[in-house]
């Protein structure tokens, strides 16, 4: 693998905001790929691991309608070492591959690999450096009891069920601690940038947006004093904190003469891009040409195979999908699981989404 972006290898275990800190990087140049996502797509009808993990375990992993249960593979797999070794020995070679072609097709400054298992993977090998998350013990169960609903002993089995930390934490070239507040976690990542070469090598590979007078950089290319103030300013509209924000969605910036004019909110859910909001000053319109040509350049460059928007958002933003090619589809009319899912996640199963199709999945074999 020659002329590529500098990768970095992202570890660290549960609850330690390692998804938190991916999330920040892909909002400071970098394309984040989720090693736990590639590795469920492996599992998909018509995806590499599909029909051999079907041969190894039988067929009574299998729903009703032929796709393996993740639930059922669990039960078999979880509580054996050796069945998970065989799991791990079909699936992983295929996410290896997967992972490898998409940063062959990468735009973006750096690749991140987020990777729970990175250190015992193949993949530690094509990356530059190893970034770690951390957090203590006592943050890792807070953590775990706040947002994930666990009793304190499961909190504590998941925890305990992990190799040390300290053999992360020993191997690392960045060590990122998440325990502070989000705006300092995100001060970490810019420093860590700066004082490696991937921040050399972001200077040369980044090639922000422009359209006439609009300008669309990366949110860690425009000074955080404003943007904390343009977000203080539309707090009605602003979902949470702003750098906690920089942790959870990507952001587009939207500049007009040197002016923040907007920021674009949205998710990366399995490679769909799913639309969440439009925060502007009133005179500003989602559906300016030039801001919805930035919006699907981001996507593109975070590799995104679908658009979603629900009904109700394209027409608060005065949008008209139909006429920018979009359709208007069941989640269960949408032909891949993963786009499923995405859809599942914002809307009933008895409603319709608008869906724009960009490409096709790296993970299917016949395409």
């Not at 305990?160 to 990542?189: C, H, M, Y």
């Not at 980044?206 to 300008?215: E, I, K, N």
């Not at 319109?285 to 979603?308: G, M, N, P, T, W």
Request: proline content about 5%.
């Amino acid at each position: 693998m020659t002329n590529l972006p500098k990768i970095i290898g992202l570890t660290g275990n549960i609850a330690t905001g390692k998804s938190v800190v991916a999330q920040m990087l892909a909002n400071s140049g970098g394309l984040e790929i989720d090693a736990d996502v590639v590795a469920n797509r492996m599992l998909y009808p018509g995806a590499p691991a599909y029909q051999p993990v079907i041969e190894a375990f039988g067929d009574s992993i299998l729903t009703k309608n032929g796709k393996i249960s993740r639930k059922k593979l669990g039960k078999v797999v979880f509580l054996d070492p050796k069945q998970l070794e065989k799991l791990e020995k079909i699936v992983h070679p295929e996410v290896s591959k997967s992972i490898k072609t998409r940063i062959e097709e990468a735009s973006r400054s750096f690749v991140v690999i987020e990777a729970i298992k990175l250190l015992e993977s193949d993949l530690i090998e094509i990356c530059d450096m190893l970034w770690v998350s951390h957090a203590s013990v006592t943050h890792q169960m807070d953590r775990l009891l706040r947002t994930r609903n666990l009793s304190e002993n499961d909190a504590k089995d998941r925890i305990q069920a992990q190799p040390p930390q300290s053999e992360k934490l020993n191997r690392a070239d960045v060590v990122i601690n998440t325990e502070g507040s989000f705006k300092q976690t995100w001060q970490q990542i810019q420093d860590g940038l700066a004082n490696t070469m991937i921040g050399i090598e972001s200077l040369k590979r980044s090639t922000p947006v422009r359209s006439g007078d609009w300008y669309f950089p990366d949110v860690s290319a425009i000074p955080q004093d404003d943007a904390e103030i343009f977000w203080q300013s539309h707090a009605e509209k602003a979902p949470s904190d702003w750098y906690a924000t920089l942790g959870s969605r990507i952001v587009l910036p939207a500049l007009k003469e040197d002016q923040l004019e907007g920021l674009l909110l949205w998710d990366n859910w399995n490679f769909s891009a799913v639309f969440d909001r439009w925060i502007a000053n009133d005179q500003q319109r989602l559906s300016e040409k030039a801001i919805l040509d930035a919006f699907y350049q981001q996507i593109e460059q975070q590799e995104c195979e679908v658009i979603l928007f629900t009904i109700d958002k394209a027409l608060k933003n005065s949008l008209f999908p139909a006429k920018i090619g979009f359709r208007k589809l069941m989640p269960d009319e949408l032909p891949y699981p993963a786009w499923q899912e995405a859809a599942s996640k914002i809307i009933d199963d008895d409603e319709k989404i608008w869906i724009r199709f960009l490409k096709e999945p790296v993970e299917i074999i016949d395409k």
